[in-house]
């Protein structure tokens, strides 16, 4: 089995009531994430930022739903979130990566998030009156 059949995905589905993206491979492994996780660690510029030491730490997307997956080419999804985000490519080696090391990647979130005082809630809208 070639590389690239091992990290790309045999199956993709979207569940939206759980907030899940769920990939199946041919190899039988099944990876779910959370959209709240996909986009945490959404590969984009806004979000990696264009050098080491320039990423943006993601707050308030707990509540954020993927609404739409659209695939690039042969290697790669566009995921469109909720709140608007829909810049970086999902390539099938960044989500086996991700797939790999989700919950590292999970606990450190939380620890950066909460050594920055931030939050995982979304912040209300300001007041209207």
């Known amino acids: 089995m070639s590389d690239d059949a091992l990290i790309r995905p ?4 979207l569940h939206s009531a759980s ?3 769920e990939l199946r491979y041919a190899d039988g492994r099944e990876i779910r994430f959370s959209h709240e996780f996909l986009r945490v660690f959404s590969p984009s510029a806004e979000v990696r930022g264009h050098a080491p ?4 730490l993601q707050t308030g997307k707990k509540d954020v739903q993927l609404i739409r997956i659209e695939p690039v080419g ?6 469109v979130f909720s709140d608007g985000h829909d810049s970086g490519l999902y390539s099938w080696a960044y989500l086996a990566e991700l797939g790999a090391h989700q919950e590292v990647l999970w606990q450190d979130y939380l620890t950066r998030l909460q ?3 931030g939050s995982r809630e979304a912040l209300p809208p300001p007041d209207q009156t």
């Open 10 to 13: 045999v199956e993709i589905t």
């Open 19 to 21: 907030r899940q993206l």
């Open 53 to 56: 030491g320039q990423e943006v």
């Open 74 to 79: 042969h290697y790669a999804l566009r995921l």
């Open 115 to 117: 050594e920055a005082g």
